[in-house]
């Protein structure tokens, strides 16, 4: 058996594996903070809250509804995307003349809010997500088992973050989404219903939140928190790939995923800080970020 | 601006007076009515062990006392401690300041009991912890206060733990959880394994109600060890179980559960669990007293007990048996004839509570059953074997508590 | 906090009337009225742990006023300020045997060291980078304390003595009661001084417009961060009280949704007066502790058995008036009196 620095070379791929995993979780929900962040300059702290809400609207077309997880991976983003539009034509947008703080605060509040109403009805502790059936099953890679729904959170975030960077950077669409971001007045002089453009993006990003929630919803213990632990965590990833890039938030969600993965193996206790010291130093050094520009 | 300022700061500071006040005319002081609290994990991970239905057997247990002793109405309080010892022991202290509670029942988690435990002796009042498994409250953390009524850690880990390295599994991995109760059951069990010649090759710790075992699981099967050994309960316990067979672990090494209720087995079903070892002091199935009771508790649940309700039953008759052999509720006579008692009831033939605090009653070692074996909804254990209770739990002699004289 | 959001100056410095010959400043009669009352509040039946459980968050929230309403920073990590003082005061108390008022200094020392560290690190970003940096940090002392041994982690540190304070038993909660509202009306007017002071001209203007600050020649980072650290000791000294009160420090403490009530206890007094901070942490600590009771009784009156789970749940209630308070109600109850009093003229 070989060894890596002291560590069998087993341990170390499947340490770095499922940090791949959670890098996946990491990049499909930072791409979302990163592309509100961009084009509305608010930061989401209720990211993780709408991630839940995607992660129980699955859970619950499963249980009421008897509709089945592939359902449920198009149908709760597109729910949640709806409530996030209403979020944002009601309540974040009288808040846009202001400074950023209020509209962090306002998040806040919505995520104690959604949070702590799930919890009043469903408890703290996790409910079951039955694996859907062509997800069962695992792997055997040699060094690890790889269950076969890991496999597939990984490869269904590659290609909706692949998806996303292309529209975005790519098309038509992508560019009048830019010009917004660079120049609000100049883009609607042009025509564009840029308050329109406003709403939907803030839905296109908090559905992408809600699609990281369905992913997880088999794979994670279900429960009205399940979003606390990881925003926290995302918004370190969001300012570590520089808060308005796109691409810096796919690659430094991945990256970090796999950098805990990692410390992990050698330093297991530094596991949940590393991120946030990666973040601190980044700050100090490289402010706009590792791939971002200065705003 | 100055006067508004000052009304405002006036009506606001005596408005919160009120509150304050409030808190002492809300509930009353007097000695009128024998008061039990209950803090326990209503919504978390351990809420299905005690819990919502905890609280319907200790109202049973008060319905057949007659729901009054010496005239005097016997009453239930009940908090949600949300696995947080600062909020489980502040409730506890603003109950005996405030709220004339006469004794607090203690539900699962044990950092939550032992902060609860000092609250408690700081106050003169009896405490009996049910849910929470740590030895340590009559070992190290024992004070003349505390009861500890249904198990232990200590027990689990002779039972659970002996059992395994008596066949066979002579090496050891431990998934734990990070706290009190988790360092407590590894600590046990590791001790019984020496004893019996295995050996434990290495442990991770995981954080309370952990949102994903995958990483650690890896570490432990890196480990080769044949056992691994979950020292964590609950919904802790759940999701470690389902996990290793996501990840194949149970491929290459056997689980023990250290501490499972029914509960967790109904959970996660007959596939998952069967051939698993599991050491309890309390099945409804194993004789006809428990299932008379058991029906009782069917009726107003819906779900079989778990020992830990069962154990909330029975020691809130035990408690006010005392009650009435010493004819008050001063906590110093009411302790005094608990540590006389002989508890035969449905929960135990011969339950004694000793110096330390702990009641010393029968385990026994279960097996869960395959789905062939099982006939009946809810028939998930065969006994293996009744452990004495001398056997089961740490003996006087070697008790860490100051009170034992020794 | 952006222009059209600026609290009407709060306290105007007035001219030291001496008016009808009385001896107190105009901006410290709330405080007076208050101090009033909060001495006669446990003879009048007020449990006494809950009171001093106000007084400490009272000062948190007043410390932390200092530094967002007054310097304009908004800081999401001031929990690991209180967190590191209550376990480390918690530590020194218990296991290192120092006597009592030696560990309420530490703790406020412990404060004042983190806020130098963490503010000197924060302030070379501006806004809601400032407040990321905050929030990090203060998840990094999280973790660390979640897995340091003294710490106790999920069980806490737990059986902190009181004490003595020169010669008073502070075992008696009466006692401790009146220790603790003592330190509490220091805390406050050693803000009070600094908010009055030139200094405190200086972070007002900084808050205002720090280009111009710069432009006048003062080194507007040296300002922010004593702010910093004002704020972080007496952070650090709401901290070691509380440990001394409840007698243990937890996670908690450390937690960000500490540091986020502490922000809507700000919020809802009223961000940059004197006396919103308490009396918004007085509000909050009350709604918190007898929200439980609140519920059941909505439940009972009107039948509706959800209220019952409401009233578990403080989060929704605390999510519920930040929402509003954000969208409607952001210069909280004084800032709104302040206001009213001021168009009335």
């Known amino acids: 058996m070989t060894e890596l620095f002291g560590v069998p070379i087993q341990a170390l791929m499947g340490q770095l594996l499922l940090g791949l995993v959670n890098g996946s979780f990491y990049a499909i929900l930072s791409l979302g903070l990163a592309i509100i962040f961009g084009l509305l300059n608010v930061v989401n702290f209720a990211h993780g809250a709408f991630y839940m809400l995607g992660a129980f609207l699955a859970w619950m077309g499963l249980s009421y509804f008897g509709l089945n997880y592939w359902v449920m991976l198009a149908l709760a983003p597109l729910l949640v995307g709806l409530f996030g539009m209403v979020v944002e034509r009601l309540l974040l947008r009288r808040l846009y003349g202001l400074d950023t703080s209020y509209s962090l605060l306002l998040t806040f509040g919505l995520t104690l809010l959604v949070e702590g109403m799930f919890r009043s009805i469903y408890g703290v502790s996790g409910q079951t997500f039955d694996m859907p059936d062509q997800l069962r099953g695992a792997t055997n890679l040699g060094f690890m088992i790889m269950p076969n729904s890991r496999a597939w959170v990984v490869l269904a975030s590659l290609v909706v973050c692949a998806a996303t960077w292309y529209v975005i950077e790519r098309t038509r669409l992508g560019s009048l989404l830019r010009a917004g971001t660079e120049n609000a007045a100049l883009t609607s002089a042009f025509g564009v219903n840029v308050p329109l453009m406003v709403t939907l993006t803030y839905g296109f990003g908090v559905a992408l939140a809600a699609f990281a929630g369905v992913l997880a919803a088999p794979v994670v213990q279900l429960s009205p928190l399940m979003g606390q632990h990881l925003i926290i965590t995302v918004f370190a990833v969001v300012v570590i790939g520089g808060m308005g890039s796109i691409l810096g938030s796919i690659l430094s969600g991945l990256m970090l995923g796999v950098v805990e993965g990692f410390t992990r193996v050698f330093y297991a206790e530094a596991s949940s800080t590393v991120v946030f010291v990666i973040m601190a130093i980044v700050l100090l050094v490289r402010p706009s970020g590792l791939f971002g520009r200065e705003r | 601006m100055k006067r508004i300022n000052i009304r405002a700061a006036l009506a606001v500071a005596l408005g919160s007076l009120g509150l304050a006040a409030g808190t002492v005319h809300a509930q009353k002081i007097s000695d009128d009515v024998i008061r039990i609290g209950l803090i326990d994990d209503m919504s978390g991970l351990y809420a299905d062990v005690g819990g919502a239905r905890g609280v319907e057997a200790i109202k049973m247990a008060i319905a057949d006392a007659k729901g009054q002793l010496f005239g005097k109405k016997i009453e239930l309080v009940v908090a949600d401690h949300q696995n947080k010892a600062d909020i489980g022991a502040s409730k506890a202290r603003e109950w005996f300041d405030q709220g004339g509670v006469d004794m607090l029942l203690g539900g699962s988690n044990s950092a939550v009991s032992l902060a609860m435990s000092k609250v408690a002796a700081e106050k003169h009042k009896p405490f009996i912890a049910i849910g929470a498994a740590s030895a340590r409250l009559t070992n190290e953390d024992c004070t003349p206060y505390t009861v500890h009524y249904a198990y232990d850690t200590v027990a689990l880990g002779k039972g659970t733990g002996g059992a395994l390295v ?71 316990t759940i999701n470690s179980i389902k996990a290793a067979n996501e990840f194949g672990v149970t491929k290459t090494m056997k689980l023990a559960g250290l501490l499972m209720f029914i509960s967790d087995v109904h959970s996660l079903g007959l596939d998952l669990t069967q051939g698993m070892y599991l050491t309890t002091g309390f099945y409804w199935d194993l004789n006809e007293e428990t299932r008379a009771w058991a029906k009782r508790f069917f009726e107003a649940t819906h779900r079989e007990p778990t020992m830990v309700q069962a154990a909330y039953y029975s020691a809130t008759r035990t408690f006010l048996a005392a009650v009435e052999a010493a004819k008050t509720d001063d906590a110093d006579a009411v302790m005094a004839q608990m540590k006389k008692a002989h508890i035969h009831d449905f929960f135990t033939k011969d339950g004694v509570i000793r110096a330390d605090g702990r009641m010393v009653h029968d385990m026994y070692l279960m097996q869960v059953k395959s789905k062939a074996e099982s006939k009946y909804p809810w028939d998930y254990y065969k006994v293996v074997k009744t452990i004495p209770g001398d056997q089961a739990f740490t003996p006087l002699a070697e008790s860490k508590c100051s009170l034992v004289k020794k | 906090m952006s222009d059209q959001d600026r609290v009407l100056d709060s306290e105007p410095a007035a001219p030291a009337s001496r008016g009808l010959g009385n001896l107190v400043p105009p901006d410290l009669r709330g405080f007076a009225v208050l101090a009033a009352v909060m001495l006669v509040a446990p003879l009048a039946g007020g449990y006494p742990i809950f009171l001093m459980k106000m007084l400490c968050y009272a000062l948190f929230a007043c410390a932390f006023n200092l530094l967002m309403g007054y310097a304009g920073l908004l800081s999401f990590g001031h929990a690991a300020f209180l967190g590191s003082a209550a376990y480390l005061s918690g530590q020194a108390l218990k296991v290192w045997g120092m006597p009592t008022p030696l560990g309420l200094l530490f703790g406020a020392a412990v404060g004042a060291v983190l806020g130098l560290i963490i503010g000197w690190l924060a302030i070379r970003r501006t806004g809601v980078y400032l407040t990321m940096i905050t929030l990090a940090f203060g998840q990094m002392l999280y973790f660390f ?19 003595t304070l020169f010669g008073l038993d502070l075992g008696s909660d009466l006692t401790l009661y009146y220790v603790v509202l003592a330190l509490f009306a220091a805390g406050f007017l050693l803000i009070y001084r600094t908010v009055h002071s030139p200094f405190g001209q200086i972070l007002k203007a900084i808050r205002e417009n720090e280009p111009r600050t710069t432009s006048l020649g003062y080194d507007t980072a040296r300002f922010k961060l004593l702010a910093f650290v004002i704020s972080a000791a007496l952070a650090g000294l709401a901290g070691a009280m509380k440990t001394l009160v409840l007698g243990f420090a937890t996670l908690s403490d450390a937690h960000w949704s500490l540091s986020g009530l502490v922000i809507l206890m700000t919020l809802v007094g009223g961000v940059g007066t004197l006396m919103g901070p308490i009396i918004g942490a007085f509000a909050i600590v009350a709604l918190e502790d007898k929200i439980s009771d609140l519920g059941s009784w909505l439940a009972r009156v009107t039948n509706v058995e959800w209220f019952a789970s409401l009233g578990e749940s403080s989060t929704i209630v605390t999510g519920l008036i930040f929402v509003v308070c954000v969208l409607a109600f952001r210069r909280g109850v004084v800032g709104e009196i302040i206001a009213w009093r001021a168009r009335g003229k």
């Open chain 2, 166 to 236: 008596d066949a066979g599994g002579k090496t050891w991995y431990f998934l734990t959880a990070d706290y009190a109760f988790g360092a407590s059951l590894q600590n046990d069990t590791s001790a019984v394994i020496a004893a019996r010649g295995g050996q434990v090759l290495g442990s991770v710790k995981h954080p309370l109600n952990a949102s994903d075992f995958s990483s650690f699981l890896l570490q432990a099967q890196a480990s080769k060890a044949q056992i691994l050994g979950l020292a964590n309960a609950g919904g802790d």
């Open chain 3, 145 to 163: 304390y979640l897995q340091a041994g003294f710490t106790g982690g999920e069980d806490g540190l737990q059986g902190v003595p009181r004490g």
